[in-house]
């Protein structure tokens, strides 16, 4: 069974603080998403990262998938309180139609 | 704008009252997937349809039902709704091509059972 570990699970930080969230796993996955999700909406892709050492930027996002395509990181720059929100990690399984794992999610709140 | 789009956004069912949630996509895309989620957690995938061929997650209980009558349109049926199945129901769709799988979702379906 893929599993994703995606810490840190919660993480409460002041407007101008830069943060990491990480996703782990023992698998190799055929591509990597970042999505990010307000409360009562769903979840909105950010980034796909598909190349071993890849790393993608967003304005103040930061993605980066590691060069065994095993791991990922999301570094934010200067957080916002627009940043918080639920953010989830999320594999590509080879030969699934399509299926996705997901990390357990980062509660991130970013206070003014 | 090509979208996912759920509804209703808001379900209010009584225990064990079937419930039928619906999902549309403008995306034209070969695969649509049915996620649960709780509270900040990570969505559970019930089950997806590639094209029409149907896949059901091992865990996921008999009382929760899909239906792809097109490419365009799926159904969430729970046949029995328990307190248990009161969460959030997420439809997503993608494209499935070489390489990135990217879902899609749309807003879900906050399901309330009373």
């Known amino acids: 069974t893929q599993l994703l570990e995606q810490s840190p699970q919660f993480l409460s930080i002041q407007e101008g603080e830069n943060l990491t969230v990480y996703c782990n796993s023992s698998s190799v996955f055929s591509s990597l998403q970042w999505y990010r999700q307000e409360p009562g909406e769903g979840p909105v892709l950010l980034v796909t990262v598909v190349t071993g050492g890849e790393v993608k930027k967003l304005k103040r996002l930061t993605f980066q998938f590691g060069d065994a395509r095993k791991d990922s990181s999301l570094h934010i720059t200067a957080a916002q309180p627009g940043d918080t929100g639920l953010y989830l990690c999320a594999g590509g399984v080879y030969n699934q139609g399509g299926k996705l794992i997901f990390g357990q999610g980062t509660e991130l709140s970013v206070k003014p | 704008d090509a979208m996912v789009i759920q509804n209703p956004r808001y379900q209010v069912t009584q225990f064990g009252k079937p419930v039928t949630l619906s999902c549309s996509q403008t995306?034209?895309?070969?695969?649509m997937y049915w996620y649960q989620q709780k509270s900040s957690q990570a969505p559970k995938l019930l089950f997806h349809y590639y094209d029409k061929d149907f896949n059901n997650e091992a865990d996921t209980p008999d009382n929760f039902q899909s239906r792809r009558p097109n490419t365009s349109f799926c159904f969430l049926d729970i046949r029995s709704p328990g307190l248990g199945d009161a969460a959030m129901y997420l439809c997503a769709t993608s494209r499935v091509r070489g390489g990135a799988t990217e879902q899609y979702f749309g807003p879900g379906t906050r399901l309330t059972v009373t």
């Open positions: 995306l034209n895309h070969n695969v």
